[in-house]
């Protein structure tokens, strides 16, 4: 393929602003996909992305397109929306010339298109900017194209209005992407080298590599070299997708497509990684690769002790189509065995959670989330800290740094006044205000991580009534007044209850903790003591009093076995809670770390 | 060897007017028209003993008993003791509704041979009847007590208490009203929310908030009091009664004897079988009409489990177990079986031992269901 014919871009959106619909009627516009035998929605294959409006993974396809007698290519290659998965999307946005910014006619611009529109620039793309759903009633396509110069600085005779439901400016929009998209460098004679910019996991053919070629040709039997590995393979075949895998000779220069060469593990292909033939040691590796940054952490137990060895299987098979998800073994005294799992984010960890019930049939204890800590020590070692367990003695730690993001926030004007005390309260220090048009305005903070994973997103959407969105990105560690907050029943420290926070909200959260876990916590024979605390030094207390009376009676028809049935159930259910000492902690209490104490600014 | 025949029979009487709120047994309500069809499959189960059975005590239990008309009520009685003669000595007791027992039923049970009657009065509060749907009034609570002492029966009354927003002077009031009338056995019952029943969904839905658990204890501990300081022996978890008017049959089932049964959802333990019939009336009678059996679970109880029964339902009776008997008679150590559950509940205060004897406490009656689990092994 001439590389003058090929164009590769993606589409970048807010969340349901129309990407799915757009990506579907552009393959139906080619001809790539008979509208007939086209499924609802065909980049968005996986259910649970489906259920829940995400594209989680970057997929391909590939459009042949005939345009005034010339035959071209045309190869879209979709992003996650979510700020979890930002390094992958990096990835695809280094595999496109150009991107279609889809912003909704009604929503207009939203937290994510900000987000994503940089990204894009970033990554020198040209942007073709799109208003989409121009049928809706209460379409305000001026407006939106008014925001969208004003917080992105497009120029608004640019701006090409589409519907992608009702196929309105389509054709447009498809001569705009052969006009303004230019097309890939790269020398088709010159030796390969491809960017990895995803994968997926085949049970009979193995792992399978999603390339864009940067230059060179590629053909089957070739053999290659991943040079993050530094493991060779044949190439056993090698393909486009339109939008099911076709098998093919050879790709060349800016082609997009997929090989397969007998790769065992998923693990071994590292997204962003860089291909080359196995005997060329000087084309060197593309820039900006980076391993998955695991950012959120929480310990995974099975309800029942039993039920170890069918988790490590699950999380197994999980990990084999989801490299980013890390897990390993370890132990608590309150939960036995389980695995302290590592994340890219909230919603990913939520995500690996979701398809653990669905896939395996385990019931499972969930210890509070936190985000990776660094800690500096007097002996000036620097630690990652995953889990609360893992901080020191306050006399050994020389520096306590915890992640910080910026976080815009695009909100009615009306709601300014709640985003800057939500972020206050945080924490947090403002970097501007920008007005989009007369009623919509961007507030960017910085903001720890670990105050954005708990409730933010929830705190934003309820102070706005649910018209406020947020973005966020990392900025790196910074130093603060850290502390790890214990918590006591009947004096023993139940260690997967220990969270890591700032000096300053150590009481509140304390006491919102402790009262919570008292309201968690059955009554029993003895008085149950459930305290919080720093080192030594006890901050909050609240007690369970022992029961008063727990019997009852009739014993009627001499049904004997029924009333021993009740008693043995009732013994299994203790069994199956977690115990400090003689105390019984039911599995909800786990998660009772996660109220901060704050009130919700509508209540 | 054959173990010796069971000298105690049960005959549960599935029929209501209509369910109660708080009700879970088996109970076919409002449907009458199938006290025949009871009746027939009743005598097809009975007929299969193949040969009367004389026993101790007899228990006519449901349900509604009462519910039944006089000449159906005749026929249950004749049938129940063609099957299960009582001997010389032997406790009958009917269960009724207050507003069924009128002289007349009465007497046709007394002639039959009944001893005992246990009256379902639940309340003496118009309010509290009212919050448990049942339909009886004071005077006829009066007029079944009468009848029943006229006849030369005894009369045994079911109170329910803990009811929600009940305070303490409701509760007095009932047991004032109890105590004043000639009622020889009490059995007392804090309202409990069974799961499939109305109570249980209006729970479930907050439309209903059972009574604090500290106020249930005031109240439970105040009955014991009362009742004991007029002159009864609290002598199980929920019993109370004069000397000499326990209710032998009941004490038959805490003590783990053998006890045979008939009616639907009716428990039997014969040789060391713990037995249940299918608890739909409706699956009952067509099993019999049909000449199969009636059982829908079957239990074998092992030595061990056996001794563990004992073990707690001994310890409901609150005199307690005397730990020698105890031992020569199951052929287990207390210790190999609950040693340090035991130990521990000693500590705690919640079982006291004197002598050979091991009882609950006070504190250990309150929180008897807690300690159950851990005895079970
Ligand atoms: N009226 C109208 N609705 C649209 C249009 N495009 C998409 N939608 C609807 O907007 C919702 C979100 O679209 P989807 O493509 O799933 O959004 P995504 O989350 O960005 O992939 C769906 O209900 C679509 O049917 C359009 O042009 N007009
Ligand atoms: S009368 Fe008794 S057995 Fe019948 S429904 Fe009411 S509580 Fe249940």
Same mark, same amino acid.
């Given at each position: ?8 871009? $993606? ?31 065909l ?26 007698? %010339? ?7 979709? %992003?996650?929306?979510?700020?979890d ?10 595999? !496109? ?8 006619a ?5 937290a ?46 640019e ?41 997926h ?7 399978? %590599? ?8 590629l ?7 991943? !040079? ?12 486009r ?12 220069s800016?082609?997009?497509g ?39 952490? $929480? ?15 699950a999380?197994?098979k ?22 302290? !799992? ?20 385990i ?7 936190n985000?990776?800590y660094? +800690?500096?020590t007097?002996?000036?070692e620097?630690?990652e ?26 909100v009615? %004007? ?25 009623t ?5 903070y ?25 973005d ?28 890591? $926070?700032?000096?300053?909200?150590a ?26 605390? +720093? ?7 609240e ?38 000492g ?7 209490a ?6 901060t ?7 | 060897m054959?173990?010796?025949?069971p ?12 369910r ?11 449907? #009458? ?16 003993l193949?040969?009367?059975?004389p ?20 026929r ?17 007791? *009917?269960?009724?509704?207050? =507003? ?7 007497? *046709? ?11 379902? *009065? ?10 448990? =749907? ?17 006849s030369?029966a005894?009369?045994?009354? #079911?109170l ?12 007095h ?20 929310l ?40 609290h ?60 059982v829908?679970e ?18 409901r ?7 020698? =008997? ?9 210790d ?10 000693l ?21 008897? #269901? ?8």
């Amino acid at each position: 393929m001439d590389r003058h014919r090929i164009r590769n871009f $993606c589409i970048i959106a807010h969340i349901d602003h129309g990407k799915s619909t757009l990506a579907d009627r552009l393959l139906e516009y080619t001809g790539a996909v008979a509208s007939r035998e086209m499924q609802d929605q065909l980049l968005d294959d996986m259910e649970l992305e489906r259920a829940r409006g995400i594209t989680i993974k970057a997929r391909a396809v590939s459009m042949p397109y005939r345009h005034q007698g %010339t035959e071209y290519e045309l190869n879209l290659i979709d %992003t996650p929306g979510h700020v979890d998965f930002q390094y992958e999307v990096s990835r695809s946005l280094a595999c !496109c010339e150009g991107a279609l910014l889809v912003v909704d006619a009604y929503q207009g611009v939203e937290a994510q298109t900000v987000a994503n529109a940089y990204a894009a620039l970033e990554h020198d793309l040209t942007i073709i900017p799109v208003v989409n759903k121009i049928d809706l009633k209460h379409a305000r396509v001026e407006e939106v194209v008014e925001e969208m110069e004003h917080s992105l600085g497009i120029a608004p005779e640019e701006v090409i209005p589409v519907s992608a439901k009702a196929g309105i400016g389509i054709d447009r929009l498809l001569a705009a992407i052969l006009d303004r998209i230019p097309p890939p460098e790269g020398d088709a004679a010159a030796p390969l080298q491809a960017m990895v910019f995803d994968s997926h996991y085949d049970a009979y053919r193995g792992a399978i %590599t999603y390339v864009r070629l940067r230059q060179g040709t590629l053909s089957r039997r070739d053999k290659i070299r991943y !040079c993050g590995t530094n493991r060779t393979y044949e190439v056993l075949e090698l393909g486009r997708f339109r939008p099911k895998q076709e098998a093919c000779e050879s790709l060349s220069s800016g082609q997009v497509g997929y090989i397969i060469g007998n790769i065992k593990s998923i693990a071994d292909v590292h997204i962003g990684d860089t291909v080359v033939l196995a005997n060329d040691q000087e084309t060197p590796r593309l820039p900006g690769y980076q391993p998955p940054k695991r950012m959120v952490y $929480c310990g995974l137990y099975p309800a029942d002790g039993q039920d170890f060895a069918e988790l490590r299987d699950a999380l197994e098979k999980l990990s084999i189509n989801d490299p980013s998800f890390e897990f390993a073994p370890e132990t608590s005294d309150a939960l036995g065995f389980g695995f302290r !799992c590592g994340f890219l984010g909230l919603l990913h960890m939520e995500i690996v959670q979701q398809r653990l019930e669905q896939e395996a049939d385990i019931d499972l204890v969930q210890t509070a989330p936190n985000v990776t800590y660094e +800690i500096t020590t007097r002996s000036g070692e620097v630690r990652e800290i995953h889990r609360p367990q893992e901080v020191p003695d306050a006399g050994e730690i020389a520096e306590f740094r915890q992640p910080i993001v910026r976080v815009n926030f695009i909100v009615p %004007t009306e709601y300014i006044g709640a985003i800057m005390k939500l972020c206050q309260e945080r924490r947090g220090v403002t970097r501007g205000t920008e007005y989009l048009s007369t009623t919509r305005a961007m507030l960017t903070y910085d903001l720890p991580l670990a105050e954005v994973i708990y409730d933010l997103h929830d705190k934003l959407k309820s102070a706005t009534r649910g018209y406020g969105t947020m973005d966020y990105e990392l900025l790196g560690y910074e130093p603060a007044d850290l502390v790890r907050m214990d918590v006591l029943v009947n004096g023993k420290r139940v260690d997967a209850l220990s969270v890591i $926070c700032d000096r300053a909200d150590a009481q509140r959260r304390g006491r919102a903790i402790v009262r919570k876990l008292k309201s968690e916590i059955d009554r029993h024979l003895f008085e149950v003591a459930v305290q919080a605390a +720093i080192g030594s030094r006890v901050i909050a207390r609240e007690t369970v009093p022992a029961m008063r009376k727990n019997v009852t009676a009739k014993c009627y028809g001499g049904d004997i076995t029924r009333k021993r049935k009740l008693w043995a159930k009732q013994r299994e259910g203790k069994k199956r809670m977690k115990s400090i000492g003689k105390v019984d902690i039911p599995q909800k209490a786990f998660m009772a770390v996660l109220d901060t104490g704050r009130q919700s600014p509508d209540r | 060897m054959t173990p010796p025949a069971p000298r105690a029979a049960y005959i549960h009487v599935p029929f209501c007017h209509r369910r109660c709120g708080y009700c879970n047994f088996t109970v076919l309500a409002g449907h #009458d028209e199938r006290i025949d069809d009871y009746l027939r499959a009743l005598e097809i189960e009975l007929r299969g003993l193949g040969t009367p059975r004389p026993v101790d005590t007899l228990f006519i239990g449901g349900g509604t008993p009462t519910r039944l008309p006089l000449p159906h009520w005749a026929r249950l009685l004749d049938l129940v003791a063609r099957w299960f003669p009582l001997r010389p000595g032997g406790e009958w007791t *009917v269960e009724g509704n207050p =507003e069924d027992v009128s002289f007349e039923r009465v007497s *046709v049970a007394v002639e039959r041979g009944v001893t005992r009657w246990s009256l379902g *009065v639940q309340s003496f509060l118009p309010w509290k009847r009212g919050f448990l =749907e049942r339909e009886h009034t004071g005077e006829t609570i009066d007029r079944a007590i009468e009848s029943c002492r006229q006849s030369g029966a005894q009369v045994a009354v #079911d109170l329910i208490f803990a009811l929600p927003d009940e305070t303490a002077s409701d509760w007095h009031s009932d047991l004032d009203q109890l105590l004043a009338r000639p009622v020889q056995h009490v059995s007392t019952y804090s309202l409990t929310l069974e799961k499939g029943t109305a109570f249980w969904s209006r729970w479930y839905k907050g439309l209903l908030q059972p009574l604090e658990e500290d106020r249930q204890a005031e109240l439970y501990l105040a009955t014991r009091r009362r009742l004991r300081a007029a002159g009864f022996q609290h002598y199980e978890i929920s019993n109370f009664a004069l000397p000499g008017c326990r209710c032998r049959h009941n004490e038959t089932y805490w003590l783990c004897g053998q006890y045979d049964a008939a009616g639907p959802g009716a428990a039997r333990f014969v040789g060391g079988v713990r037995e249940v019939n299918h608890r739909s009336t409706t699956t009952w009678m067509r099993r019999l009409f049909a000449g199969d059996s009636p059982v829908a679970e079957r239990e074998t109880i092992g030595a061990e489990l056996a001794a563990r029964e004992r073990l707690i339902f001994g310890l409901r009776r609150l005199e307690g177990i005397d730990v020698r =008997e105890f031992e020569e008679a199951t052929g287990f150590r207390l210790d190999a079986l609950a040693g340090p559950a035991i130990d521990e509940f000693l500590a705690a205060g919640f079982l006291e031992q004197s002598g050979t004897t091991l009882r609950l406490s006070e504190p250990g009656i309150l929180v008897s #269901d807690t300690l159950w689990p851990a005895l079970l092994g």
